[in-house]
């Protein structure tokens, strides 16, 4: 079952930082958090993910607070492209399953 | 990168007669293999996970008999929609989980299946 929630839809201007949150507040120790993002009709792409520690690569970065509750993903500079539905997925990195939330869909904006 | 390939990408089949997704790990050995099924606007819902030289597993309230999966190899797991009916009709998906570089879950393309 998804431990994730996310606000269902999001609007960001062309070039602007993208912030999506997620909040996981029943998340365990052992739990990672995952980021993918679907675009329209395709399977999802991995973005990046965290245990504690904030991560960044040359997609996004993840903002994870102190208390592990939620995150935040981090587009630096949105582009058209990077209109999709983004999923946050909290999972043991030993377990199988990797369930999906709602996710939040997100809009560039020219 | 890792890769899972899936075909085929779009099928349009009869009403009662049944459908096989192939799912492949093009550069990988996967013994685990996931489906997932999207309805439109909808997330994805876990089906079954798929485990090389065993049965299946199911999540709960997926009819096993219906989606027959079969993981004979590493590299290669199948989903067969038995019986299809247009409320089978929707978008599956596979994924692996690859064991080096990036510890998450490869996904194939999709396939969209449209029952008549």
């Known amino acids: 079952d998804a431990k994730t929630t996310q606000p269902p839809s999001m609007d960001c201007a062309e070039g602007r930082a993208a912030n999506l949150p997620c909040n996981h507040s029943?998340?365990?120790?052992?739990?990672?958090v995952y980021w993918y993002r679907q675009i329209h009709s395709q399977g999802p792409q991995y973005i990046i993910h965290g245990l504690k520690n904030n991560e960044t690569n040359e997609m996004a970065s993840l903002i994870i607070t102190e208390d592990r509750k939620s995150s935040t993903l981090i587009l630096p500079h949105a582009t058209l492209r990077d209109t999709a539905v983004y999923y946050c997925?909290?999972?043991?990195?030993?377990?199988?399953?990797?369930?999906f939330g709602t996710g939040t869909s997100l809009t560039v904006i020219p | 990168g890792a890769v899972v390939s899936q075909h085929p990408s779009r099928v349009i089949c009869k009403s009662g007669t049944s459908v096989k997704i192939e799912c492949r790990s093009l550069?990988?050995?996967?013994?685990?293999m996931f489906w997932y099924r999207q309805f439109p606007k909808q997330s994805l819902m876990l089906m079954a996970t798929?485990?090389?030289?065993?049965?299946?597993?199911?999540e709960q309230g997926v009819e096993k008999d219906k989606f027959l999966i079969n993981h004979a190899s590493l590299t290669l797991s199948t989903l067969t929609v038995t019986s299809a009916h247009p409320e089978d009709s929707s978008f599956y998906i596979c994924?692996?989980?690859?064991?080096?570089?990036?510890?998450?879950?490869?996904f194939g393309s999709g396939t969209r299946l449209t029952v008549v």
């Open positions: 550069d990988f050995q996967a013994t685990t």
């Open positions: 994924s692996a989980r690859t064991q080096t570089g990036v510890y998450g879950y490869t």
């Open positions: 029943t998340i365990s120790g052992n739990e990672y």
């Open positions: 997925i909290v999972r043991p990195n030993t377990g199988n399953q990797f369930y």
């Open positions: 798929s485990n090389e030289g065993s049965k299946a597993t199911y």
